[in-house]
């Protein structure tokens, strides 16, 4: 049998999450991977409501270090070179989105945002928008970052397993904005297990969005993946969130 090993090159063509294949080529599931796109387990078994999430890059010790100054260091100048890199993960949908979009930048919970002074997403979106009219001037991008809330903090779920963190974003989201009839352009720094994503795409699409499209700066893979002991069936994934090593 011929075995065929794809390199991490390859992601699931929904969320973008790193595939480690190792597949026949013969291989019935690969046939079916290869008719659909490839798609990650957790898309195969919960297909999430974004039609598809991008982002600029991984999160490496660069990004992670600017996104690290940007959220806590409060460096707000980031946010300009960090946009540009906003606008070319959204160039990245170019054909396949609408050139109409609503963009709503993932909210913060108000006690946070009001402890950092601003929410990083907004301002990544709105230096994004600005990039992408000088870029894209027949595109019509509209900033409604106020149709959404966030009613629950849920910051430290990183460690809960996929299902955790969903459960945990349950009702955490509202829509307050129109968003009937509109694709929606969600905007969020990093995309690490794609919950937030996911919760945010099924409250839009609840309030009559017609779809949702994902851009992040980052694509955190997974650090490591281990089974949790009270669910044998789920797993636990961890996510490399550090801070940068110094020098
Ligand atoms: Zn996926």
New binding site residues.
Partial sequence: MRRVRLNTMIG?S????ALNLDLDLEDARFAGMLAQGF??R??RLAE?EFKRAVAYGSYDNEMRGLIHLLKFARVRGVARLLGRRMAEAVLLLEGEAAAELMVIAVPLFKQRERQRGYNQSVLLADEALRCLQQLRPSWRLTAAHEAMERRKSTESSFVLSRKGRRRNLRGAFHVTGDVRGREVLLIDDILTS?ATARECARVLMRAGATKVWVATLARAQKKFVMRQHEDPGELVARWDLRAPEPG
């Avoid at 929904?14 to 999450?17: D, I, L, P, R, V």
């Fill in positions: 699931c929904k969320c973008g999450e798609l990650c957790e898309c999430p794609g």
